[in-house]
């Protein structure tokens, strides 16, 4: 059995201060230095349409950041979307921790099991509310509320009509502006 090495959110700075990731593009989830994948057309159109949606819908209540970092515990994901509390800095000196993150969306079209399985229990663990996936091969958006220490103990899938987000119950979301058009 082969024992990896785990990385800490701050060995992972002191990699990527010593220049060795350089042009590469990864992210670190479970202590884990990961390849992300490459982004395809369809993944690129859906985290701009539901970042700009989103921006629209949530105007001066939160901030919608596009594929950047945050910091959990042993990982600093790059989630497409995450709506996140307003910064005075506007998280020029960190990253957003999870007590700054409202949800968090992942659009998933190649990675689903990591997505579904990986990633939600690295959230859940790191108490993220609510955790979105917008399943593009099966055109659902997954909703994962009820953080655990081993996952979401609620999990809902939804294909149209509206929703609303635990932190803004008061904004209805259209699902169908959400998942790619058929």
Known sequence: MKTLYKW????????????????????????EIIAMSPENPIHSSRIDTIADYLRDK??????VREAHPITLDNSEPEPDVAIVRFDHN????????PQDI????????????????????TYARNGIAEYWVIDLL?????????????????????????????????IAIEVDRLLPKK
């Open 8 to 31: 800490s959110v701050e060995d992972y700075y002191q990699i990527i201060e010593s220049g060795v990731l350089e042009g590469k593009s990864v992210e670190l989830l479970e202590g």
């Open 58 to 63: 949530l105007k001066d209540q939160a901030k």
């Open 90 to 97: 506007n998280y020029s000196d960190r990253h957003p921790y």
């Open 102 to 121: 409202y949800w968090l969306i992942e659009v998933s079209n190649s990675t689903l099991s990591k997505d579904l399985e990986e990633k939600s229990v």
């Open 138 to 170: 099966n055109n659902k958006l997954w909703i994962f509320t009820q953080p655990q220490q081993n996952g979401y103990a609620s999990t809902q899938k939804v294909v149209t009509g509206n929703i609303n987000s635990l932190s803004f119950s008061n």
